[in-house]
């Protein structure tokens, strides 16, 4: 078979021809949806997309790394993807990096208010209440609703997007 006679290559020989063709696909593509641990990201984080590595979901961030990368991460992205914000201490711990608003043009929510992985409790309500973006806050299902919650931000919700 010749590597010229598409028709003839496997699913996998096609894949690996065109990531050979274009290497920063792959890059791209790796940097974004693999599940690095921390050790993983130390070792290949100079080879790595920040940007798409900073959208990385599936990445497993400890403190110790993202406190040697976090100059060089996309906190744009990172504060709405980053798994390890579960550990809320994590949000003190790089207050002034986290983005907590969305740009006011988009109808998105890029931004910690949006991170899939925090709980929303009473307590971080009234801790980052003047932090939180109440508006892309409204797209995000980790709420724990309650008539006391509506009624206390009523003024600051985004009617039209909650995701009751």
Same mark, same amino acid.
């Given at each position: 078979?010749?590597? %010229?006679?598409?028709? &003839?290559?496997?699913?996998?020989?096609?894949?690996?021809?065109?990531? !050979?063709?274009?290497? &920063?696909?792959?890059?791209r593509?790796?940097?974004e #949806? %693999?599940?690095?641990?921390?050790?993983?990201?130390?070792?290949?984080f100079?080879?790595?997309?920040? +940007?798409?590595?900073?959208?990385?979901?599936?990445?497993?961030?400890? !403190?110790?790394?993202?406190?040697?990368?976090k100059h060089?991460?996309?906190w744009?992205?990172?504060?709405?993807?980053?798994?390890? #914000?579960? *550990?809320?201490?994590?949000?003190?711990?790089?207050? /002034?990096?986290?983005? @907590?608003?969305? /740009?006011?043009?988009?109808?998105?929510?890029?931004?910690?208010?949006c %991170? /899939?992985?925090?709980? @929303?409790?009473? &307590?971080l309500? +009234?801790?980052?209440?003047?932090?939180? *973006?109440?508006?892309?806050?409204? #797209?995000?299902?980790k709420? /724990? @609703?309650? &008539?006391k919650?509506? *009624?206390?931000?009523?003024?600051? @919700?985004?009617?039209?997007?909650?995701? #009751?």
């Amino acid at each position: 078979m010749h590597a %010229n006679n598409v028709n &003839e290559m496997t699913s996998q020989q096609k894949i690996i021809t065109f990531f !050979l063709r274009y290497p &920063e696909a792959f890059i791209r593509m790796v940097s974004e #949806f %693999n599940a690095f641990q921390p050790h993983e990201i130390e070792k290949h984080f100079e080879l790595l997309d920040k +940007g798409f590595l900073s959208n990385n979901y599936y990445c497993q961030w400890d !403190l110790a790394t993202i406190k040697k990368y976090k100059h060089q991460l996309d906190w744009s992205l990172f504060s709405v993807s980053c798994r390890a #914000f579960a *550990d809320v201490n994590l949000i003190d711990e790089f207050l /002034p990096e986290v983005v @907590w608003t969305s /740009p006011d043009s988009e109808n998105t929510c890029n931004c910690l208010s949006c %991170n /899939p992985k925090i709980v @929303w409790t009473d &307590e971080l309500f +009234g801790k980052y209440e003047n932090c939180i *973006d109440f508006k892309a806050l409204s #797209f995000t299902e980790k709420i /724990p @609703w309650s &008539e006391k919650l509506i *009624d206390k931000y009523i003024d600051r @919700w985004d009617w039209e997007n909650l995701s #009751f």
